[in-house]
């Protein structure tokens, strides 16, 4: 298993020139699915769950060709059935019930794999789905669907779910009447998903809003598109930045998708300058501390950024509490980062911090994709080395994270 090896104290500076989104790429990936004309989608990132989509898309049928960062999809489908295999890889392998069933009226799908950060229950997307008049049977760890008599419908969501809110608009783009989903997720991606659908000829609208429609159409055609930046990589490389100081020019981001967090690092003394698809960040002194983070559905501050909060939060010159409301146990971190001298209470879904002046370097290993990314920052600070294991986890989500990361001046090889 591969692992990085940092020595820290390296201020970070330079430029970076962001990926395209992760999350925004794969509901499209299950989108594309919704025609049998070729798609083509740029600024596709070089990930394993990009590559583990594309795997599942080939396993059903579809012609998938990477060309560089485009990729460029043909959904010929000759089956309905997602194994169980690749569907345990990720999370994203769910959005593909709803592309199936919307076009093969059948689908069998095994429950969804994805990071290790709690049950990551399915029920909102099922419970969707049976309004629209799916039938549903689970059994055998695996979910049986039949959407021959399917309706739009009006759906109420207990919780704004981001992929069940991708999984219903993907359903519900073909299907007969009209389709309105209220407390719907509002994040980048789903807009992205609203813009890719419409250009392919479906009707969609209100994503980014809690209140979305969808007018069924009879079918969907063929298109281009480009994915948007990743916010979450986005925030990490500022938070990178933040941590061990220096000046870091973000190149391609969207600052409308980061309010929460760029407003956090402002508070907490560093310099950030926006325009309209950059972020520049100036870290040259000790952080204020961040009193109290809480991770909430878009646009609050973005749970996929808690773990390298917690990062920061523990060399802050102070008390910072974080709260984790989206998922039950998102703090698989903590004790590695305790074992590089942070000093960090977890009670249920809180996090007391208390800052040190400066970690101290240790063999950690990741847990998951942002737990992993939030201990490379540690490493960036800590004095001496600092060895990390099982850094798989964090190249599902980061593109040549050790390498960027190295062109801004920081110690860190692969091994
Ligand atoms: C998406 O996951 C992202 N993944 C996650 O990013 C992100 O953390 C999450 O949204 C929240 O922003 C992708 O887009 C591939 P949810 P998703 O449905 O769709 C509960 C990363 O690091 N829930 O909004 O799974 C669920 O258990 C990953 O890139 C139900 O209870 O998120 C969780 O507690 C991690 N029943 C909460 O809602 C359901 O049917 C949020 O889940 C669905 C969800």
């Given at each position: ?15 970076v020139?962001l ?8 509901p ?14 740029h ?17 059903i049928?579809?012609d ?6 485009t ?8 089956s309905?059935?997602?194994p ?8 994203s392998?769910?959005f ?8 093969r009226?059948?689908a069998?799908?095994a ?25 549903i ?20 969501f207990?919780y704004?779910?981001?992929g069940?809110t ?7 783009a073909t ?29 969609v ?11 069924g ?5 063929g ?20 941590i ?29 300058k926006?325009?309209n ?9 000790r ?8 991770t ?22 102070g ?8 998922f ?11 074992k590089?001298?942070a000093?960090?209470?977890v009670?249920g879904?809180v ?12 063999e ?11 201990l ?12 990390i ?7 599902r ?19």
């Amino acid at each position: 298993m591969a692992k990085y090896i940092i020595n820290g104290g390296s201020a970070l500076n330079g430029k970076v020139f962001l990926q395209g989104a992760k999350n925004a790429v794969l509901p499209l990936f299950a989108a594309a699915l919704l025609t049998e004309e070729e798609v083509v989608l740029h600024n596709c990132p070089d990930l394993l769950d990009v590559d583990n989509m594309a795997r599942i898309l080939q396993s059903i049928g579809a012609d998938v060709e990477r060309h560089g960062e485009t990729i460029k999809i043909r959904g010929n489908l000759n089956s309905y059935e997602i194994p169980y295999g690749l569907a345990k890889e990720l999370r994203s392998s769910i959005f593909l019930l709803g592309s199936v069933l919307a076009r093969r009226k059948k689908a069998k799908v095994a429950y969804p794999g994805g990071c290790d950060i709690g049950l990551r229950p399915i029920n909102i997307h099922l419970d969707a789905f049976r309004e629209l008049g799916v039938k549903i049977e689970e059994k055998y760890g695996y979910i049986y669907c039949d959407a021959s008599n399917m309706q739009g419908s009006h759906i109420n969501f207990d919780y704004p779910s981001v992929g069940a809110t991708e999984n219903v608009m993907l359903l519900a783009a073909t299907a007969k009447g009209i389709t309105t989903i209220s407390n719907a997720a509002r994040e980048p991606e789903i807009e992205g998903l609203q813009d890719f659908l419409n250009l392919m000829g479906a009707k969609v609208s209100g994503a980014g809003t809690p209140f979305i429609t969808i007018e069924g159409v009879e079918s969907l055609k063929g298109t281009e598109y480009t994915t948007i930046p990743d916010r979450i990589v986005a925030g990490t490389y500022l938070m990178a930045c933040a941590i061990c100081g220096g000046e870091v020019e973000l190149i391609g981001a969207r600052p409308a998708h980061l309010h929460a967090l760029l407003s956090k690092l402002s508070k907490s003394g560093c310099k950030i300058k926006v325009n309209n698809d950059k972020i520049y960040i100036k870290a040259d002194r000790r952080l204020l501390p961040f009193e109290r983070v809480e991770t909430q559905p878009y646009p609050g501050f973005p749970t996929d950024l808690q773990a390298p909060l917690c990062a920061l939060a523990s060399v802050a010159c102070g008390n910072t509490v974080v709260i984790e409301n989206i998922f039950e146990t998102r703090f698989k971190h903590v004790p590695e980062l305790i074992k590089m001298g942070a000093r960090i209470i977890v009670s249920g879904s809180v996090a007391s911090i208390r800052g040190v002046e400066r970690l101290r370097g240790a063999e950690v290993t990741a847990m998951d994709l942002r737990g992993g990314a939030a201990l490379v920052l540690a490493g960036l600070n800590a004095k001496g080395t600092t060895i990390i294991n099982e850094v798989h986890h964090i190249e599902r989500g980061y593109e040549n994270f050790d390498a960027i990361l190295s062109s801004l001046g920081a110690d860190i090889v692969k091994v």
